[in-house]
């Protein structure tokens, strides 16, 4: 397995990407209300790329995938797919995926939106601890430890508060490629022990459901549901491991204060 490590020139040009996708997370927040479509969210944040930050949609045409953004709603699990008769509602949760290539270097990144003023307790801590285990994670990163204790950090938070990490999906290298080695699981596994060194670029993007782990594939080939119709709610953020522990690439304005030791 080779894992790419960045120079100094990659990483800037990363880093841009990565703050490309962040701002688009910003932007489309004061879109998400009751009565819109998915469809329409998909094109804002389309037009957004393409004409405000002169970038590609990474996602649109990838193996097929037809939208510019992936948006996934309540039991949506990852790779939701956009619908001019998808309304959202009062109480809905949706998690925007946004990829943006520029310059020939792609930048990563999610978050979860609530649709309207309220969502049940349960669904709120179901959002919370998928973005805490994010964190948690994060706060571990530095040079020199095992790439397993990233998986080991997520599951064990998230099973402390009665959730379940979803196993088929995982992070990923990324960098002049979408997706590169290694990848990233969000559980406790032997898959692979690498040691993180500086220099190394991922994503981490854990997935959480309210019910069991268990998921399935629909028939359109990119929706991933849960099996169980519960909830199921992601974070994700692209990471470059530096000398001193990591960096969050993908950071928003909103989060400063935010990515520190919980």
């Known amino acids: 397995m080779t894992v790419l490590i960045k120079n100094y020139e990659e990483i800037k040009k990363i880093n841009k990407s990565c703050q490309l996708a962040a701002q688009v997370l910003e932007m489309i927040k004061k879109y998400i209300k009751p009565g819109i479509s998915t469809e329409k969210l998909n094109n804002i944040c389309h037009d957004y790329i393409v004409n405000v930050q002169k970038a590609k949609s990474a996602t649109l045409g990838y193996k097929g995938f037809p939208k510019s953004v992936c948006i996934s709603v309540n039991d949506v699990v990852c790779h939701g797919i956009s619908n001019k008769k998808e309304f959202l509602k009062y109480g809905d949760i949706v998690n925007i995926d946004v990829t943006v290539l520029n310059n020939n270097y792609y930048g990563d990144t999610s978050k979860m939106f609530v649709v309207g003023d309220y969502v049940s307790e349960k669904t709120k801590l179901l959002c919370l601890t998928a973005q805490k285990s994010l964190y948690k994670a994060i706060n571990i ?35 002049k490629n979408f997706h590169e080695e290694p990848q990233i699981l969000h559980y406790d596994s032997d898959y692979n022990k690498i040691i993180l060194r500086s220099g190394m670029i991922f994503t981490i993007e854990p997935m959480i459901n309210l019910g069991k782990h268990y998921v399935y594939l629909t028939n359109d080939g990119w929706t991933v549901k849960t099996q169980d119709k519960t909830l199921s709610a992601q974070y994700e953020h692209t990471i470059l491991v530096n000398n001193n522990g990591c960096e969050v690439l993908t950071i928003r304005k909103e989060e400063y204060n935010k990515i520190i030791k919980i």
């Open 141 to 175: 990163i530095k040079p020199g430890i095992n790439l397993n204790l990233i998986g080991k950090t997520i599951q064990k938070y998230v099973e402390s508060k009665n959730f379940s990490v979803v196993r088929e999906y995982c992070g990923h290298g990324i960098g």
